[in-house]
């Protein structure tokens, strides 16, 4: 009787272990974004993440006007951005996109200097479309990225 109630017992721990062990909900297949709520300097951040067998697969970081156009295109932005701060939107908009598909939003990401400003909203926006992926929410979760 003590050993099954000993068996009975690891695989309780066992289950809590595998269940409760990481801290976070499983990520659910499918294609989540994050978007700013609002613009901020005539741009629009976002995140959309791709997640397979419960692992985030691909991930797109950028920010859009509001005509559509991405701010990683835009050259002049580009020139002036790096001669200003060392660091430009492509670069960085990769850096944090990487980041977040190496650590797949379990780790903390380090802010990229130059684009500190980019880098708190990317956290807000990281923490909910990662909850849009644990609970398998297609829709758009807006965020207040307040610069």
Not at 77 to 105: F, W
Not at 124 to 144: H, N, P, R, T, Y
């Amino acid at each position: 009787m003590k050993k099954i109630a000993g068996i009975v017992l690891a695989l309780l721990v066992m289950g809590c272990l595998t269940a409760c062990g990481s801290g976070q909900a499983e990520l659910q297949d499918g294609y989540y974004t994050a978007q700013a709520a609002e613009y901020s300097h005539g741009w629009r951040e976002y995140i959309t993440i791709m997640v397979k067998g419960g692992s985030i697969v691909s991930v797109e970081y950028n920010a859009e006007n509001a005509s559509g156009f991405i701010k990683s295109w835009d050259t002049a932005y580009m020139q002036t951005m790096l001669e200003g701060t060392g660091t430009y939107p492509n670069q960085y908009t990769r850096y944090y996109a990487g980041q977040l598909l190496e650590k797949q939003g379990k780790g903390g990401i380090d802010a990229l200097t130059g684009a500190t400003s980019s880098y708190g909203s990317f956290q807000k926006l990281m923490a909910a479309v990662i909850e849009q992926a644990e609970k398998g929410d297609s829709s758009i979760a807006f965020v207040d990225a307040g610069h």
